[in-house]
């Protein structure tokens, strides 16, 4: 009963918005809240390895179901504490950016549609909490309702529509494939028709890549992150991503996680692989060409995506020995949820006290904004991998997992392997410049107002909190919470990749220490050469190529429905034509009742009659010719 109460909890608390009375009431927090106690109580069970399983007992052909298992309740409880922080944060910014209602009936319908995502037990009730997801957080993003918001919006609903489609797809081919819907948590599945459960299996990839953001798929992610309120790109950044990710380790649930080396899909692994790397390279090389903040933000988002695509290409790569890319995986889901959060919160603060995100307008704000900026420095040195916080554990397990699968020897590992210290360093360079330009630049003559409010500070500070803790103790959650949800998924060497690994060891913190001086001086070299300041012309960035790819399929389409309209014309006024020659020219046959057919008199006979004769006897001529034979 508890699988169906956490998701009702917010649904619960949308009811109770419409009637409230006192302004004051945080119902979001208070619901938030609620879901983190009831989740961290409840589902503790199931890091034992008790899954728990509900069904609702309904009649029909559908009959929804829930299911709870270690790798559930971790992304529960981190939703739950990610809509607990935002939820602290946002009254305060909601007041000057206007519409406070709707974006908080839209936080607890979006929560609701998420905890259903992560509960679901079938893959038709994980579809339509999908759908409800994204239809409930597209208000976040059209929340302005100005022409770029708009815009955005229908970027954002476009792709996630078509994700959903392609999730519907998938569904209906594995279920054909398998000749049963496999039920989520069920482990690997036997398919009876391979290519129909290949297909199955990549229609998956698009839909939740789509929704993580995965490279080619990620355009809609940067005008919806840049465009939405702060809170909304925190949560849409910290968490909605993730569902994608969440839907990536199921689908390697249905292809087997901890299979042997060569067995199951063996082109899941290195597929998911190289498009982690691609989403890696292309969203950081874009962040730094940003002078946006928020634009940076997401762009980076697209990247960290990345990380976790790769952590799980290769832990399905190597099988049974894949277990620290399937760890590393979660770990950085949670890291990158927390000082993204945090990040984007930071910059609302200074968009809320100078009404400006654009890096070039700023600088200097540290002595106007030091609590802001030491909080937003932990966060920056979370997700460039400094040691002693969160983001060094996560990539500390995903570099060695690619060093592991480089010794094989295979040439696109080696690749991989060099392409992920390059993203580290540009992820460096790109958060050396964000923090420089905004905290440590030339201070400009930027009009900031005196508004504000310690509660933005708290929700931030909670988060780093969390951070420090986690960098600090980098073993704890690997072995209390994501091994068992890697066993539970099937990776039952999940435990013994970590045996001999140490996060503190001697060739790791020195790497990551020359990680970081390399990007330090790659962002001096960018903005001392004017590198970073170069933008690119729209038509070589990925949206512009992508918009002229969706034009020329938009002029192709008009071609060729143009054409399909002159050929059904033409064969329609030709269809016409004939018929009314063939009409007349049998009316006039018709109409001739002498019985005269090419100057033969047929007496008593009509035209039509002796028409028909003439037809019959060359049937039964035809038949003796092909049948000179008497029947038996």
């Known amino acids: 009963m508890l699988l169906v109460m956490l998701p009702a909890i917010p649904l619960l608390g949308a009811v109770c918005l419409q009637f409230k009375r006192a302004r004051t009431m945080n119902i979001p927090l208070i619901t938030s809240g609620i879901v983190l106690v ?70 607890l319908l979006t929560l609701s549609a998420v905890l259903g995502v992560f509960l679901a037990g079938d893959l038709f009730t994980l579809l339509l909490c999908f759908e409800l997801m994204t239809i409930a957080s597209c208000f976040w993003v059209i929340h302005r309702w100005n022409n770029e918001a708009i815009r955005a919006g229908y970027y954002y609903l476009f792709f996630s529509i078509m994700g959903g489609l392609f999730l519907a797809l998938g569904i209906v081919l594995l279920d054909a494939a398998t000749g049963t819907l496999p039920t989520i948590g069920a482990g690997a599945v036997t398919p009876l028709n391979a290519p129909l459960y290949t297909w199955s299996i990549i229609l998956f990839v698009v839909g939740f890549g789509i929704k993580a953001g995965m490279v080619p798929l990620h355009l809609w992610l940067p005008h919806a992150h840049s465009v939405a309120p702060t809170p909304g790109s925190a949560l849409l950044s910290g968490l909605l991503i993730k569902v994608g990710a969440y839907g990536l380790i199921r689908v390697g649930e249905f292809a087997g996680w901890g299979r042997e080396l060569g067995s199951g899909v063996t082109w899941l692994g290195p597929g998911l692989a190289v498009l982690g790397t691609c989403t890696m390279l292309v969203g950081v090389m874009a962040a730094l060409l940003q002078s946006d903040a928020k634009r940076l933000l997401a762009y980076h988002s697209v990247s960290q995506i990345g990380y976790i695509i790769l952590g799980l290409g290769i832990g399905l790569y190597l099988g049974s020995d894949g277990g620290l890319g399937l760890l590393g995986a979660i770990y ?45 420095f932990v966060a920056v040195l979370g997700i460039t991998g400094v040691p002693g916080l969160n983001g060094y554990a996560s990539k500390t397990l995903l570099h060695h997992a690619v060093s592991l699968a480089a010794e094989t020897g295979v040439p696109w ?74 066993q539970a998924l099937g990776m039952e060497n999940a435990a013994a990749s970590l045996v001999g690994l140490s996060f503190w060891n001697l060739g790791d913190l020195t790497g990551m220490f020359i990680t970081l001086i390399l990007g330090i001086l790659a962002c001096w070299a960018g903005l001392k050469s004017g590198v970073f300041h170069w933008q690119p012309p729209r038509w070589l960035t990925l949206e512009g190529l992508g918009k002229l790819v969706g ?82």
């Not at 500070?461 to 959650?477: D, H, K, N, S, W």
């Not at 005269?596 to 028409?611: C, E, N, P, R, V």
Request: with cysteine; glycine share 10%.
């Open 332 to 376: 950085h889901v949670v890291n990158h949820a927390l000082f993204k959060a945090a990040l984007f919160l930071g910059v609302g603060v200074i968009y809320l006290r100078t009404r400006e995100t654009n890096l070039y307008n700023l600088g200097g704000l540290w002595r106007r904004f030091p609590v802001t900026a030491v909080l937003m």
């Open 551 to 632: 034009l020329g399929v938009s002029v192709l389409w008009r071609k060729g429905a143009k054409l399909y309209h002159a050929v059904v014309t033409a064969v329609r006024d030709g269809g016409r034509t004939m018929g009314s020659r063939l009409y007349l020219s049998f009316r006039s046959f018709d109409q001739s009742r002498s019985g005269t057919i090419s100057g033969i008199k047929l007496m008593g006979l009509s035209a039509d009659a002796a028409f028909i004769i003439l037809i019959l006897a060359f049937l039964i001529v035809w038949y003796i010719l092909i049948n000179p034979g008497l029947p038996a």
């Open 38 to 107: 009831l989740g961290g109580f409840g589902l503790s069970s199931v890091f034992g390895g008790r899954p728990l399983n509900f069904r609702i007992p309904l009649f029909g052909p559908y009959v929804p179901t829930f299911h709870a298992d270690s790798l559930s309740a971790i992304f529960l409880l981190l939703a739950a504490f990610l809509w607990f922080v935002v939820s602290i944060y946002a009254p305060e910014y909601m007041k000057h950016e206007g519409g406070t209602g709707r974006f908080e009936l839209c936080t």
């Open 413 to 486: 590992v080696s690749w991989v392997e060099r392409l992920f210290l390059v993203v580290g360093v540009g992820t460096t360079a790109s958060f050396t410049k964000l923090y420089y330009l905004i905290f440590l630049g030339k201070p400009t003559k930027q009009k900031i107002s005196a508004d504000g409010s310690s509660w933005l500070q708290v929700a931030m500070g909670l988060l780093t909190i969390v951070m420090v803790g986690i960098g600090l103790a980098p073993e704890f959650f690997p072995k209390t919470m994501a091994v068992p949800a890697a």
